[in-house]
C-alpha cells in the first residue's frame, strides 16, 4: 500500500466528514458544525489537517490547532485522529502523526496537547472508554496523561 499525505481542501468535506463518522463514531459531527466550528475557526489552516489516501481512497486524517495570535506561539492541538477500520493496523496513524509533528517541529512548537483547544475543543482529552487504542498510540509519541 502506497500512502500519499495531503492537506485537507474544502473540496474533500464530504469524504472526510464520512471517514470521520466512521471511525470518531462516539463523536459524530454534521457538515454545518464542521464549517462552523472547525474550518470558520481563526486558527484554522489546512497544513494541520493532513489525510492520508491510498490511490484515491481516504482512509485516515489527523487535524491539529496552532493559535496565530498567541505570545508565544509554541502550543498545539491534535483535535482528531481517525483511520479507515479496514485500513488499521498498517502505519497510516503513525505516517500521519509523523507529518503532523514534522510540520509542527518546523513550527517551533514546543508543546502538543491533544484534545481541549478552545474555544471549539471536540473532546476534553483521549477518551479511554470508547477509543481504548488511543492511549497507547499517543504514549507512542511520547504523549503523558
Avoid at 472547525?38 to 491539529?64: K, M, Q, R, W
Avoid at 514534522?102 to 517551533?108: A, G, H, I, T, V
Wanted: proline share 7%; charged share 25%; glycine share 4%.
Amino acid at each position: 500500500m502506497k500512502i500519499k499525505i495531503e492537506s485537507f481542501h474544502p473540496s474533500r468535506i464530504d469524504e472526510v466528514l464520512a471517514l470521520w463518522n466512521q471511525t470518531l463514531v462516539f463523536d459524530p459531527i454534521q457538515k454545518p458544525s464542521f464549517i462552523a466550528n472547525h474550518l470558520n475557526d481563526p486558527n484554522f489552516e489546512s497544513d494541520l489537517f493532513l489525510l492520508a489516501y491510498d490511490e484515491c481512497t481516504l482512509i485516515g486524517f489527523v487535524y491539529a490547532i496552532q493559535k496565530k495570535a498567541s505570545d508565544p506561539n509554541d502550543t498545539a492541538w491534535i483535535q482528531c485522529l481517525g483511520v479507515d477500520p479496514r485500513h488499521r493496523r498498517n502505519g497510516i496513524a503513525t505516517r500521519l502523526m509523523e507529518v503532523l509533528l514534522k510540520e509542527l517541529d518546523s513550527r517551533n512548537v514546543k508543546r502538543i496537547v491533544a484534545g481541549k483547544y478552545s474555544p471549539s475543543y471536540l473532546f476534553p482529552g483521549i477518551d479511554e472508554t470508547h477509543y481504548p487504542d488511543a492511549l497507547p498510540f499517543f504514549k507512542k509519541f511520547g504523549f503523558v496523561q
